[in-house]
């Protein structure tokens, strides 16, 4: 296990892109010290460790930073290969190649789209988005049926890269569906999708680092209000 002072990452409570990186280092059982980050005022040291980007989340590993969060997964993954916990690679190429391009299409298709929902400030909005969101989830799901072979997550038997990119999203999916008033992960409509999120929130490494529903959802709730438009003045 990695001593505390090792490991440092740069992280907001409410990202996504933070829970993957949380998760990771959860499944390899390293300790690490979390440093909040106010990203509305970030700080010089977010700065500095990633002046190209400027976003968390950022690891810090022997005063080295890493960052973007499947970059930071995958080198976890690399670097703690023979330490406790299950590799979060298939140690076949051709299947670390593909959980690659299923992880990238996570983020090059379902976030693009997602990001619409999440962002709508009217039942309108919502509608047209999630009819732009759902098309990509069915992909995945029938992407979850060819990877997981049967077994309970895209990983197979354990949570591996594709769990982890797209996993770190199902609080927030919920959180989002309850305010805008729609179902994205509708067990009809995806039956695979829904039991394996389930089965992801499960996972100790998983269950310890998810922001509480109630608190994100109030954050989200502060997030909407900002975006819609101002009421008209007077009566």
Known sequence: MAAGGELQLLSSWYSPYVIRAKVALGLKGLSYEFIEEDLFSKSDLLLELNPVHKKVPVLVHGGRPVC???????????????????????????????????????????????IKLYRSTTAEKAAEALGGVVPVVETLEQAFRECSRGKPFFGGDAVGLVDIALGSFVVWIRVVDEAAGVKLLDEAKFPALTAWAERFLAVDAVREVMPDAGRLLEHYKGFLAKRAPPSPAGY
């Open 68 to 114: 973007e969060s499947l970059v930071i997964v995958q080198y976890v993954d690399e670097t703690w290969a023979a330490g406790t916990g299950t590799p979060l690679l298939p140690a076949d190429a051709h299947d670390r190649a593909t959980a690659r391009f299923w992880a990238a299409y996570v983020d090059d298709k379902f976030c693009k789209e997602w």
